[in-house]
């Protein structure tokens, strides 16, 4: 795994946290650290498409993004977690697993 792709890791990692901030913030440091978390994402998502297929990279996002945030919502909130959604996040995680496989790195379609 390159470093383009460990980038739209951290990238899905931050919108965890601004996804959460965007619940759960109710004071001005919990909202700034949300608005911070959106810019940092967003950022380190914009410069790994620009060396990774824009598709590919958004739908990696999205759903490592999906199913960090029911993760989350599961371990931190309490929120229940049923067998459904529990293989419904497996099947999402390898959809985009998948996607990445196939995903042929030096084809930069939409990116220049």
Do not use: R
């Not at 965890?16 to 004071?27: N, P, S, T, Y």
């Not at 959604?85 to 998948?98: D, E, H, T, Y």
């Amino acid at each position: 795994m390159n470093s383009n792709w460990l980038q739209v890791i951290l990238a899905a990692v931050f919108e965890v946290g601004w996804v959460i901030g965007l619940k759960h913030a109710e004071g001005l440091l919990e909202w700034t650290g949300t608005v911070i978390a959106i810019i940092i994402s967003f950022y380190i998502l914009i410069k790994s498409s620009e060396k990774l297929p824009v598709g590919t990279v958004y739908a990696v996002f999205v759903g490592l993004g999906t199913a960090g945030t029911v993760l989350a919502d599961t371990l931190l909130f309490g929120e229940a977690m049923s067998i459904a959604k529990s293989l419904l996040i497996v099947l999402l995680l390898a959809g985009v697993i998948g996607l990445k496989l196939v995903t042929n790195e030096t084809e930069k379609k939409g990116a220049e």
